[in-house]
């Protein structure tokens, strides 16, 4: 399949600084990205989805000037937590569509490894 | 909110066959049924999905009812790799980028 990255794998930050993590689709082109978060022995929640281009689509009760998506090119999306505290700490996973580039064989999300935040 | 229930968690033995329920009664004639699972502190990975045929690949096989309003996951020979959380999601056709909505899926054990 699809190989997608992230980076950091995992980052530690003092509250009230604010955190960037990358998204890459290193091997397709992606227009649609996805941003989850996932707490402990939760499921994933879907965050917001981002369009290469154009601004993010939030889901309800997800504070977009709080969660910062930048889809700058097919194949990097970032997503910056702003003035982080404890209370954001978490797992979070993004995804990318690769429907548009044909690589998707059952129109599959393709996932990255995750990225651990941990707030101080 | 999900539109799938699932047991909360299940266990079986290693070599066995392992079978995962879903029900989906409210799904709707364009969507289709989507199976993931995430091994622990990874990101999700794609098993199967299908319309309303069985499916079967080299990873699972996919029983879904004639009604549509549930399926099962069958993985033939369960093996200690596979203890995993396993979701399942209906979405629509493929083709279009739609969003995966993940309920709280299955915590299958597998037992040495």
């Not at chain 1, 955190?19 to 879907?46: H, N």
């Not at chain 1, 969660?67 to 979070?92: M, Q, R």
């Not at chain 2, 799938?4 to 290693?14: F, H, I, K, L, V």
């Not at chain 2, 020979?77 to 299955?106: M, N, Q, W």
């Amino acid at each position: 399949g699809a190989v997608v990255s992230q980076h950091p794998s995992w980052v530690i930050c003092k509250s009230g600084t604010s955190v960037k993590i990358e998204c890459r689709s290193l091997d397709f082109q992606a227009t649609t990205m996805f941003w989850y978060r996932q707490f402990p022995k939760q499921s994933l929640m879907l965050m917001a989805t981002s369009n290469e281009g154009s601004k993010a689509t939030y889901e309800q009760g997800v504070e977009k000037d709080k969660f910062l998506i930048n889809h700058a090119s097919l194949t990097l999306s970032t997503l910056t937590v702003t003035s982080a505290h404890p209370e954001d700490s978490s797992f979070y996973i993004c995804s990318a569509d690769a429907t548009a580039s044909g690589r998707a064989v059952h129109n599959e999300q393709f996932f990255g490894p995750g990225t651990r935040l941990t707030v101080l | 909110d999900a539109k799938t229930t699932q047991p909360t968690s299940m266990d079986c033995a290693e070599g066995r066959a392992a079978n995962l329920p879903c029900n989906h009664s409210t799904i709707s004639g364009n969507e289709y049924v989507y199976w993931y699972r995430q091994i622990h502190s990874q990101g999700p990975q794609y098993i199967i999905h299908g319309l309303k045929n069985n499916e079967t690949n080299e990873m699972a096989s996919l029983i879904i009812t004639e009604d549509r309003k549930s399926s099962t996951l069958i993985l033939p020979h369960a093996t200690l790799r596979d203890t995993a959380v396993y979701y399942c999601i209906v979405r629509e056709a493929p083709g279009s980028s739609y969003k995966l909505i993940f309920g709280s899926g299955t915590r299958l054990l597998v037992r040495p």
